[in-house]
């Protein structure tokens, strides 16, 4: 069964720094896509940041200079370097890969989610 476990964060003041992590776990054959979403209270899930096997990156607007998204694809994971922390970067972080798995076809999966709170 493939799972994507995410670690990392946590309480930040504003202007912080925080390095969230997720592994992707499970009889893996290829990972395409992997990415970092989220989800503030009272507001719909947004994506963050992508990023390719080959390591081609995108990036949600309100981002853009202040996170970077990297990946080992030795180990599986992907990274999420966020820098400059604002208060409305408060919210749950999801992982999302698209994964095939020996003999299957690729599927999309989330993980848990990671809390990350910025104080003002």
């Known amino acids: 069964q493939v799972q994507l476990v995410e670690s990392g964060g946590g309480l930040v003041q504003a202007g912080g720094s925080l390095r969230l992590s997720c592994a992707a776990t499970?009889?893996?054959?290829?990972?395409?896509?992997m990415g970092w979403y989220r989800q503030a209270p009272g507001k719909q899930r947004e994506l963050v940041a992508t990023i390719t096997s080959g390591g081609s990156t995108n990036y949600a607007d309100s981002v853009k200079g202040r996170f970077t998204i990297s990946r080992d694809n030795a180990k599986n994971t992907v990274y999420l370097q966020m820098n400059s922390l604002k208060p409305e970067d408060t919210a749950v972080y999801y992982c999302?890969?698209?994964?095939?798995?020996?003999?299957?076809?690729?599927?999309?999966?989330w993980g848990k989610g990671t809390l990350v709170t910025v104080s003002s």
């Open positions: 499970g009889r893996i054959f290829r990972i395409n896509r």
């Open positions: 999302n890969a698209d994964i095939m798995q020996f003999g299957s076809y690729y599927m999309n999966y």
